[in-house]
């Protein structure tokens, strides 16, 4: 009962820590951002060493969700409106039509961004210290979401190079994590 009530006050404090940095000046608050992460992750080691490695990091990510919510809620300001509200929604970037960048633009979201989607859930399910079943459908699972994500990101992003750049990296990245050991070996 101690570790339980040890975690949650330390995961408090790592969240508080960080909502105070936020609100610090630009560059006061490092010392507070290291504190705070330090905090979170020695929270979750004891959550996952009370609870089980499965269950206490589930336990933990909806602690960590919940306390986040409350130290943003507890900082809220509320403030009365000046002038007329606006009522329209913000105008797109105006380009012009470019059928070549439309291309480009399509074969990013749905090639790249679906390689880059399968390398994270392949190497997620090689390298995740869990069961081989778990590990599958997890992966599996995070492959059409992951997707959805690049694909959403990749169409509302301007520049279409750091698109490119961020999305060859995580494909990189991912299919070195998945693929490199066995090559190594």
């Known amino acids: ?88 929604a913000m105008e797109p970037e105006e380009r012009r039509t470019n059928w070549l960048r439309a291309i480009g633009k399509s074969l990013l979201a749905v090639v790249l961004a679906g390689a880059a989607a399968i390398g994270v859930g392949v190497a997620f399910a090689v390298a995740m210290p869990m069961p081989p079943s778990d590990r599958m459908v997890i992966g599996g699972l995070m492959v059409p979401v992951l997707w959805g994500a690049g694909m959403a990101w990749t169409l509302a992003d301007a520049k279409l190079l750091r698109a490119t750049a961020i999305l060859l990296v995580i494909c990189a990245v991912g299919y070195g994590i998945a693929f490199l050991p066995s090559f190594v070996s």
Not at 68 to 82: E, F, H, P, S, Y
Request: charged share 15%.
């Open 1 to 88: 009962m101690g570790l339980t009530v040890g975690a949650f006050l330390l995961l408090a404090a790592g969240i508080f820590s960080l909502r105070w940095a936020w609100l610090q000046k630009r560059g006061e608050g490092r010392l507070f951002v290291l504190a705070g992460w330090l905090a979170i992750v020695a929270s979750f080691f004891l959550f996952a060493h009370v609870f089980g490695g499965e269950r206490g990091i589930a336990f933990a990510l909806i602690v960590f969700s919940l306390a986040g919510l409350i130290a943003v809620g507890a900082t809220v300001q509320l403030r009365k409106r000046r002038g007329e509200p606006r009522d329209r």
